[in-house]
């Protein structure tokens, strides 16, 4: 069982002209480390205007705080940007093996100063989805990121996020794979049940992996929450 006092990453992505109602309640919460960085969807925009979404400009927060306290701030952002209804954003938390001492130390202070009391059952059954979810990431050349969604999407993935990169030690990582590499990646963020996983993780391999011209590699993360997705979706 995870231990409700351990830090955790938490990560919302919500249309870019949203972000400064997400910003006004993660200050709300007093949430010290945060950082917001602009990216774009991936979806259709006929799967946008299904969803009510107003563009594929998008924000995504990133903010580091104890697990008691994020899961408030997952109700404070689900409830108030309204991600009950899917289309409206995600919100979810992805847990932390280690974090500088610093940030541990600055946190535990944090935390005694605004201890909030525990989440009832309630609320907490209204974050947790009863299917479990995914972070699949995956990092690819400038303009292959499509190339990722298309097989996402064989895959039954309904939409992802792109963030623009940059690689760093290109030289070294060049020599490592024995490929030359391009320093301008695309990285895309997708949600996905836990049972389709592997699939969408293979299939994006096969037609982006670091033998093809994409030279790309997929990663997957645990998710603890998320809210913003039916059951059935991925984003």
Sequence with gaps: MSNVESPCLLLAVVDRNK??????????????FQFLANAMGTAHSRILDVLGLSGTEKTIGLCILHRNKAQRAMISIMERMEMIRPGNGIVFTVPLTGTSKNVVQALESENRKYAERQVSHMEQAEINNEIKYGLVVAIVNKGFSENVMKAARESGVRGGTVLHVRQAAIEEASKFFGISLQPDKEMVL??????????????????????????????????????????????
Aim: proline share 3%; with cysteine; aromatic share 2%.
């Design 190 to 235: 997708m949600i996905v049940g836990d049972v389709h996983k592997i699939e969408l993780m293979q299939s994006i391999n096969k037609v982006c992996g670091m033998r093809t011209d994409a030279h790309g590699m997929v990663i997957s993360l645990p998710i603890d929450n998320c809210a913003g997705l039916t059951p059935v979706e991925s984003y």
């Design 19 to 32: 972000h400064k109602r997400l910003e006004e309640i993660l200050n709300e919460k007093h949430v010290r």
